[in-house]
């Protein structure tokens, strides 16, 4: 056997030369003893089929050792006894360490130990003058393992060595990203009471219309790297410009930071003694009062300011628009004869709406066009004032994902202003790529920045595993995102590991792609461009290529055909749900959100994409309300409009049975399915679901019961399907032919239409045998042969104190099937096979109910020997 040994404990510096020496060495083994560091320990969680290791655990001590080789360590006081004894027993030791203070006491071997920042920098070294290959993945776990033991290259350890190492690793593609995310620098203790003096004692001014925060502090000692603590409450503070002002000694020391544009702090710091660049700078002024230095900052603050611009410095004027009655086919000529992608809607010299391009495009594929653009235009209008500041514009470009607001004064429309105005007054330009605090601005459109959140609220190992794959989608020339309901519930604080990915580009290929990296199992969906990855522990992900969706008529299955993920949002429900993370580096953390999902999560809002959402697809009126029950949200006033729109027009009736009730048990599922039920009821859509179905109080009242009633049955009988239990009541005294009809459209079997029917008749009866207290055994020849469901529907006629009586009934019944009478039993009496055994049987189950049977055995053999003996009396005659 031959072993590599990193110290006990390890950390990313002793894993790391441990996978290089794999490298270096194919036929060895890594051995692991103790416990990871644990930012290592979350990084193995993610990568451990990529870097495959031995637990100490699974070798024994009997094994013979041909070499050991060594890393990160050359003392014995730092591997563990029983790996000790074996690299003892090897024949051949070779050590690789950076620590060369080990002399005495140290191990014996072939030591190559050398005064370096870090272990795998030597290895990095000598794998490069080998010319072994290594990818993405495994020189950014190098360059963590660097930057970790070096402290970003800042420690005075660190030698030239280790930045050519560094150099070498990023031209063979680590990721620094990722980097960023393992290793952390802390603030030493001075550093921390600066930081929350700073914390404590800061405040927001209005310079030349731009808000900066100053905030100031005094420590009694000279502190170093103020700048790593102002960045640090820069990023704690989320704002655009902070400026430090910290007294320690006879000096004052000013540190600022920004992502304004308009601010330039280079060019303040300079006037104040000290240097830097527009983004960041420093100064230091000999002063004995901190307030003299604040008043020389501000007199010099107003000239490195540039005056915000207002909405009117760049507003177009005056702005086209398209009237309310005008049809939405003349909309759609004026725009393919503009190239707009959207205009104010007007009413009587009032702007009442914004109508888009993909809104009519979908009205005009439904056919449509005669109808008034007023009823597809969205009412709900974010508009500013001429005076607004466009950095308040860009905000709410960015809160609400939108790409134009309109401009009024007095209540007129006086201009708008659009995403590429606003971004050539701010940047100069709408193309490249720029990064503001929470911000992130592309191709001329805004962005919000949530890779802090991530950090927060993700697990780890899910958390490592979005980064894996946004650097695998990287290396083969693919964008990436998580979408759908994980980044939903990601932020709103709820835990939900069920991740959608979406690709721009092949799913399919993607994920063949990445079962190279991992073990596990791809199931593959060509006809609709998707795939599955089951891992060995049964987590899943399903990939999607991105697409768009063509619905050809109201209420079918869309076409689907491959697109941006842009298109591939717009295709979903509702704004909740329509958001994407991308998770390619330099990108991870970038949330897509083109229509105000977040905005409408943080305001508690269901609102649906378009206008014509729910003509597309009906199911979602059934989402909109389960979501908004889920969350306690509320259906927004123009959604709501358009679901009792789509419920009046009878577009529930053109959905096939299958899709509603697929989405009625996803409704039953929820924590309390009648609040839902009850909200739908009061859209009408219960009558349009199950067309005899009125929902009255009586039929409200039952329901409530049976819901009290139903999870009691379902530890109970184990099985119960939820939506039988559900329609015993909705199709109770139906038509012989409106019975047929729901039967066929929701596949309903004879056996519980029959049971139904059986049922109605004797439930009045049933209930007053509950009620009265019947014996047990009388029940028991009542529910033998009644299914659970059956027994929910019976229960929603009861009231608490009776289904009590009832759940006392099947408890007693459990504790009272026989224990040792069963068929082979009785055949052994001479009772042959057949109806006869289960009526014996049953008898048993009577007796005991009623306390009439003390031994089963003896109860058994009397009662065979009187119909025995009765048998005998009839043959006779």
């Not at 100064?283 to 540039?306: G, W």
Request: charged share 30%; glycine share 6%; aromatic share 8%.
């Amino acid at each position: 056997m031959k072993l590599i040994v990193p110290h006990r404990n390890p950390d990313f510096d002793a894993f790391a030369s441990a996978v290089a020496a794999k490298l270096l060495y194919p036929d060895y083994e890594i051995v692991i003893s103790g416990q990871p560091n644990q930012n290592l320990e979350e990084y193995i969680k993610i990568y451990e089929d990529k870097f495959p290791f031995l637990k100490e655990s699974s070798i024994s001590v009997d094994e013979t050792v041909e070499c050991a080789i060594v890393v990160d360590t050359a003392s014995p006081k730092r591997i563990s006894k029983k790996v000790l004894s074996l690299i003892e027993k090897a024949k051949k030791v070779i050590i690789y360490d950076h620590h060369p203070g080990i002399k005495e006491g140290g191990l014996e071997g072939e030591s190559h130990i050398e005064a370096l920042g870090a272990t795998t920098t030597m290895m990095v070294e000598m794998i490069r003058e080998k010319g072994i290959e290594i990818d993405s993945i495994t020189a950014t776990l190098f360059m963590i393992a660097i930057y970790e033991d070096t402290g970003n290259l800042l420690y005075s350890s660190t030698t030239p060595r280790d930045l050519e190492a560094a150099k070498f690793l990023l031209e063979n593609g680590a990721n620094l990203v990722e980097v960023s995310e393992y290793i952390k620098l802390d603030l030493t203790y001075d550093q921390q009471q600066i930081f929350e003096k700073l914390l404590e004692d800061q405040k927001e001014y209005n310079v030349n219309g731009v808000p900066v925060v100053i905030a100031k502090a005094e420590y009694e000692k000279f502190v170093g790297g103020l700048n790593i603590v102002t960045g640090k409450i820069w990023n704690h503070l989320g704002v655009e410009t902070l400026i430090s002002v910290i007294k320690m000694g006879k000096k004052v020391y000013i540190i600022g930071r920004t992502s304004s544009p308009d601010v330039d702090i280079g060019g303040l710091m300079k006037e104040l003694g000290g240097g830097g660049h527009k983004k960041a700078g420093s100064a230091s002024i000999k002063a004995q009062d901190i307030n003299e230095v604040l008043s020389q900052l501000f007199e010099k603050l107003k000239k490195h300011i540039t005056p915000a611009l207002r909405a009117r410095d760049v507003m177009s004027s005056p702005v086209k628009v398209i009237y309310a009655n005008q049809k939405i086919e003349e909309a759609n000529r004026i725009m393919e004869m503009t190239g707009h992608n959207g205009f104010p809607v007007v009413e009587g010299n009032k702007l009442v709406g914004i109508v888009t391009k993909k809104a009519v495009d979908k009205a005009m594929n439904h056919g449509l066009g005669d109808r008034p653009v007023k009823s597809i235009m969205m009412p709900k209008l974010i508009t500013a004032t001429p005076d607004t500041p466009l950095n308040q514009i860009r905000q709410m470009m960015v809160e609400n994902s939108i790409g134009r607001i309109p401009v009024l004064e007095n209540g007129v429309l006086v201009g708008i202003v659009t995403r590429t105005d606003i971004l050539r007054a701010i940047f100069g330009n709408t193309g490249g790529k720029k990064r503001v605090e929470g911000v992130y601005i592309k191709d001329g459109k805004i962005f919000t920045d949530i890779k802090d959140i991530m950090r927060e609220r993700i697990p780890p190992r899910i958390l490592n595993l979005l980064r894996l794959l946004g650097t695998l989608a990287e290396e083969i020339d693919m964008k990436i995102y998580v979408v759908g309901g994980f980044v939903r519930d990601l932020l709103l604080g709820k835990p939900n590991e069920d991740i959608d990915i979406v690709v721009e580009g092949s799913g399919v290929e993607f994920a063949k792609y990445v079962a190279k990296f991992f073990k596990v199992k791809v199931v593959n969906h060509d006809q609709f461009m998707t795939a599955s990855l089951f891992f060995k522990d049964g987590f899943r992900i399903d990939i999607a290529t991105a697409r768009t969706e063509y619905y050809q008529s109201p209420a079918k299955l869309p076409e689907v055909d491959i697109s941006t993920i842009r298109n591939d949002l717009y295709r979903r429900d509702f704004t909740i749900n329509a958001m994407a993370i991308k998770l390619n580096p330099g990108e991870f953390g970038i949330l897509y959100d083109f229509f105000s999902g977040k905005k409408d999560l943080e305001n508690g809002i269901i609102r649906a994409l378009h206008t014509l959402s729910f003509v597309d697809d009906p199911t979602r009126i059934l989402r909109a309300v389960r979501f908004e029950q889920r969350f306690d949200f509320r259906i927004e006033e123009v959604t709501e409009k358009l679901m009792r729109e789509a419920v009046d027009n009878g577009y529930l009736e053109k959905v096939t049975g299958m899709r509603l009730r697929q989405e009625i048990e996803k409704i039953l599922k929820e924590s309390e399915p009648l609040k839902t039920i009850r909200r739908l009821a009061s859209f009408d859509a219960i009558k349009h679901l199950f067309p005899r179905t009125f929902y009255t109080q009586v039929m409200d009242e039952k329901l409530k019961r049976m819901f009290t009633f139903l999870p009691w049955a379902k530890e109970y009988f184990k099985k119960v399907n939820d939506f039988y239990a559900l329609v015993y009541i909705f199709l109770e005294y139906y038509d012989e032919g409106s019975l047929e009809y729901v039967k066929f459209i929701y596949s309903i079997p004879d056996k519980v239409t029959n049971e139904l029917r059986d049922l109605e008749k004797r439930v009045q009866k049933i209930v007053e045998a509950i009620k009265n207290s019947t014996m047990p055994s009388q029940l028991h020849d009542i529910f033998k042969k009644i299914s659970p469901e059956g027994v929910c529907y019976i229960a929603s006629y009861l009231e608490e104190e009776d289904q009590k009586k009832l759940k006392n009934f099947f408890e007693r019944l459990k504790s009272s099937k026989p224990k040792v009478v069963n068929g082979k039993y009785l055949q052994e009496l001479g009772v042959k096979p057949g109806p006869e055994i289960g009526r014996i049987i049953d008898e048993v189950i009577k007796a005991k109910l009623d306390d009439r049977v003390k031994d089963e055995e003896s109860f058994v053999k009397e009662l065979i020997g009187i119909e025995s003996t009765t048998n005998k009396s009839d043959n006779k005659d």
